[in-house]
């Protein structure tokens, strides 16, 4: 009897510490206030739709004119053509040879091409001769045989054993194969013996062919020493498994 006593009083005790802890862990779940509901984690409580909270109850959203209740319903948006202003939308002002946009930098509006957006309005853009409007329709850039030269453009002047090309960068010209811009002309690139013509901008317009390397201005032969083979590039020479480089030659590892 005794022992039954004491296992009623334990449980007892137990249930009230539950008791005690539900009330301490969820105390939100009792202090939902009108026109809400607990939140997902139920450690608190957020307003129902179409409410926003304001210290501490949910007030009904007050939508203004020319706005709608926005997608997650806790707030409101402006219509198309309407920007917010004070709590209220007001419509958006947009200037001669302009447009609604929505991707605009917070004017709500963007030019028409060829105009440029100056001081809220839109102004045509002043094109230099020889220039035409580009695929964007806010910048301009120079014709066919033209370079842009800061506000100008100028005509481009072509070598001997030169052509134009249609890069925006550079000079407007480049040269024929065999040749390399120096200065302003197109001279003909020296190729020595046991050497090739490279295509680059740089460096001395040829390489040296497999086996060779470039010493001064021509392609001397490569002398292998003991345990070697030419590397990768052909124009140098690495040790054999095994082996490894020691100055001029290859030794044992």
């Not at 203004?64 to 926005?70: T, V």
């Not at 060779?212 to 590039?233: E, N």
Request: net charge negative; charged share 25%.
């Amino acid at each position: 009897m005794r022992r039954l006593r004491l296992i009623h009083a334990l449980a007892a005790s137990v249930l009230f510490a539950f008791a005690l802890l539900l009330s301490v862990a969820s105390p939100a779940s009792a202090q939902v206030p009108a026109n809400a509901h607990a939140d997902r984690y139920g450690s608190g409580w957020e307003c129902d739709r179409t409410y926003e909270e304001v210290e501490g109850a949910c007030s009904l959203i007050t939508i203004p004119a020319n706005a709608f209740l926005n997608a997650r319903g806790d707030g409101w948006d402006c219509d198309r053509g309407f920007r917010r202003a004070r709590g209220t939308c007001v419509a958006i002002e947009v200037p001669a040879h302009g447009y609604l946009s929505d991707s605009s930098y917070g004017t709500g509006w963007d030019c028409d091409r060829g105009y440029l957006a100056a001081e809220g309005s839109c102004v045509v853009m002043k094109l230099p001769p020889n220039a035409h409007i580009d695929s964007s329709g806010r910048h301009w850039e120079c014709g066919r045989g033209f370079r842009k030269d800061g506000d100008v453009c100028v005509a481009v002047k072509v070598p001997e054993h030169g052509y134009m090309t249609d890069s925006d960068y550079g000079v407007g010209w480049d040269c024929d194969r065999g040749y390399r811009a120096k200065g302003d002309a197109c001279v003909a690139v020296k190729v020595p013996s046991n050497g090739y013509f490279a295509e680059s901008s740089f460096g001395s317009g040829w390489k040296c062919e497999r086996g060779y390397h470039a010493v001064d201005d021509g392609c001397s032969a490569i002398i292998l020493p003991s345990d070697a083979h030419l590397d990768y590039s052909g124009n140098g020479w690495d040790c054999d498994r095994g082996y490894r480089r020691s100055q001029d030659l290859c030794a044992r590892d």
